[in-house]
């Protein structure tokens, strides 16, 4: 028997069917969601921390430029002096040689110092202070490249360092890689006659056709641009004076800081001077120093002398002693002769002394021509007064005197009583023909000779045996041998006569720019006196070139106020008639230009003393004292003193919003020119930012 089967149809069941798919969706759905909003956070994360090592990255590349920017302006500066002092030579196209020489010297700077066509990778990386930053610049592929304006070779208009490439890996291995080229324009620089349309006298604070002095005051301050005549710039009897703010300080004759004074120079201005001197024309009786800080260029036509007692004299930056003829007072030296003296020149980026020291046997009444006599040399550029000693005859090369208590001979010693020469002289001291002085075969092979000094002591004359030299180069040798056999003595005679006039005697001997024929003497306390040898010729022909030059540019600052050469100077014996025209000063009288309340003119036939407060122009004829504050510019026919408290300050704006009224007060002036209705005239090199002359090319961000 079949049995029929009955299948039933109806929706039962299908509810839960869409429930379940519904759900699987939703559930795929959220996996998905929650999929990408995980990615997207940990996209969000990795982009935040490629940013973070981005930054870091990019840190370590502004290192780099900052660096490269400190190696662009101490380019800028050389390459600008080197223009100037090639300024007189017609010859040459300053822009041209200022482009070249700031180019090739930014290739040096960064190169080994020759091949101008790589840089060093030591070099860059040395700037990198981002401690997980790497240069990755490979030198095996020649990668380290120094590209030069090749289209313009004769006056370049740009160097690029070439492939600059970081690698930059944080504290979780997430890297970040750089490249780029840095390229480094040459800025448009003129040499021309640019200050035609200036008043350069605009630019100073105090003119003083005599001198500027300080007398016992304390508290004073010039801000701006000086000028003084032959008389200097004199600080005398512990006063105290502050310069800054400005671009030259010059003088036709020395700086003379005296008796525990106090001169602070800051800003790194041009000195111009004859000779830097701390000097002490008073026993003072205490132990308070004389000091003298200055940070700037300091161009000194003779010497820098150290005579008073305690003298303290720090210099920072660079100093050209540029007096190199053979003659005492044209051969610039550094000289310490007060006793218990302190000179630091160990910031000096650049030291030139291009003469030497020479003793000078005739102050104090003593007797010696040197017409008839001739010099005496030292073999030292820097000099300590108690060395002088070295170029004593020895004693044992002077005759043998017989001594009335003994009948053995025995050395004279150097020096010898006025008596025991004059017997030697006439040989009546009974030993006949011997000769006053036998050099040694040692001594003799660098001395030629000697000379004598006749030395007024009181009652008490003596007479000192001097060696003399064919030339500078044996004299050099002979300090040299001189040193060499006192390093040997544990009893240096040396050592004892140098420390009682130096504390303390140092120099910058990492520098590479120390220029001097002589040799150089130092004193530390703890290591004793060094001799650091001279670098060029003994006679100083090798920087002749340089002497010259530097010659010229103070003549034409003291006369002109001001690089370069414009116009024939009406008077060049004073600045002060070659700017005013003193005919039409009334004679006998003042004269007051009001311009507006607050600035005046004031011009007298005479001498003028300033009260607090004042600002604008004074001109007067014979001598100026200031008190108070003054702001703006003072002439002076004579001198220029400062009162205790008393602060100066030039504006060029106050001096040219007065002469730009062109009043009756102009006609007193020379050559004057009136322009600048905002009492503003900046020259045309007058700003250069150097982080405008640097800039990327080629920049890629993790390209392998």
């Known amino acids: 028997m079949r049995k029929d089967r009955h299948y039933f149809i109806n929706n039962e069941g299908s509810t839960m069917i869409i429930i379940i798919v519904c759900i699987a969706f939703l559930t795929i759905i959220s996996s998905l969601l929650l999929t990408i909003t995980l990615n997207n956070i940990q996209m969000k994360s990795i982009n935040q921390k490629s940013k973070a090592n981005f930054y870091e990255a990019e840190t370590a590349l502004s290192e780099i430029r900052a660096g490269i920017e400190e190696v662009t302006a101490d380019s800028l500066e050389i390459a600008y002096n080197v223009a100037m002092e090639n300024y007189l030579n017609e010859t040459i196209d300053k822009e041209s040689l200022f482009s070249k020489t700031f180019i090739n010297e930014i290739a040096k700077k960064l190169g080994d110092g020759i091949d101008l066509t790589t840089y060093e990778p030591a070099t860059i990386r040395g700037y990198i202070k981002e401690p997980n930053a790497m240069l990755t610049t490979n030198v095996a592929m020649g990668e380290n490249k120094i590209v030069i304006d090749e289209e313009n070779p004769s006056k370049p208009g740009y160097i690029i ?34 200050n035609s349309g200036t008043n350069v006298f605009a630019d100073y604070g105090l003119i003083a056709d005599h001198s500027i002095s300080l007398n016992t005051v304390n508290n004073v301050k010039v801000y701006g641009n000086v000028y003084a005549g032959h008389g200097g710039i004199i600080l005398e009897n512990a006063s105290f004076l502050t310069m800054g703010q400005g671009s030259n300080i010059i003088t036709r004759g020395n700086i003379d800081v005296k008796n525990r004074s106090n001169l602070q120079i800051l800003d790194n201005p ?42 303290d004299v720090t210099l920072s930056g660079e100093y050209y002693g540029y007096g190199n003829e053979h003659i005492p007072d044209k051969s610039s030296a550094v000289i310490i002769n007060g006793l218990k003296s302190t000179l630091n020149l160990s910031n000096l980026n650049r030291l030139l002394i291009a003469g030497r020291a020479y003793l000078n046997p005739s102050t104090g009444g003593n007797e010696y021509n040197e017409n008839l006599q001739g010099d005496i040399w030292t073999g030292e550029s820097l000099a300590i007064k108690g060395n002088q000693y070295a170029y004593l005859v020895p004693s044992e090369c002077l005759w043998q005197d017989i001594d009335s208590n003994s009948a053995e001979p025995k050395n004279i010693g150097n020096p010898v009583s006025n008596e025991k020469y004059i017997r030697r002289k006439n040989k009546t001291d009974g030993l006949g023909d011997a000769p006053m002085v036998s050099l040694a075969p040692e001594i003799a092979c660098y001395a030629n000779g000697y000379t004598t000094v006749f030395y007024n002591h009181g009652s008490r004359k003596e007479v000192f045996f001097f060696l003399t030299f064919a030339n500078e180069e044996k004299v050099n040798e002979f300090l040299k041998y001189y040193y060499r056999q006192q390093q040997l003595d544990d009893k240096s005679k040396m050592e004892t006569r140098i420390k009682s006039f130096a504390s303390s005697i140092s120099i910058n001997t990492e520098s590479s720019w120390i220029m001097s024929p002589g040799h150089l003497l130092t004193y530390q306390e703890e290591s004793g006196a060094k001799l650091v040898e001279g670098t060029v010729t003994p006679d100083g022909s090798t920087i002749q070139s340089i002497a010259d030059q530097l010659k010229e540019r103070y003549k034409i600052l003291s006369q002109e106020l001001s690089e370069p050469h414009l116009r024939a100077v009406y008077d060049p014996a004073s600045v002060f008639r070659s700017i005013i025209d003193i005919s039409k000063i009334l004679p006998f009288t003042d004269q007051v230009y009001t311009i507006d309340s607050n600035h005046k003119a004031y011009v007298v036939d005479g001498d003028f003393i300033t009260t607090s407060g004042m600002q604008g122009i004074v001109v007067a004829t014979g001598n100026v004292v200031v008190n108070g504050s003054f702001t703006g510019l003072i002439l002076a026919g004579g001198d220029v003193s400062l009162s205790a408290g008393s602060t100066v300050t030039a504006s060029k704006q106050v001096v040219n919003t007065i002469i730009n009224k062109n009043t009756e007060l102009n006609t007193i002036f020379r050559n004057l020119v009136v322009n600048h209705e905002d009492g503003s005239n900046l020259g045309e090199n007058s700003r250069i930012i150097v982080s405008e002359l640097i800039g990327y090319e080629n920049w890629k961000l993790n390209e392998e």
């Open 161 to 194: 360092i070439k492939n600059i490439k970081l690698s930059y890996i944080n504290s979780e291995n997430y890297k970040t890689t750089l490249s780029t080229d840095i390229k480094i324009m040459v800025p448009d620089m003129a040499f021309h006659a640019s």
């Open 270 to 311: 041009n000195i111009w001077a004859k000779n830097i001197t701390t000097s002490q024309n008073i026993n003072t009786g205490t132990e308070m120093p004389t000091i003298i800080q200055i940070s700037g260029k300091c161009y000194v036509e003779n010497d820098l002398t150290l005579g008073a007692k305690k003298s």
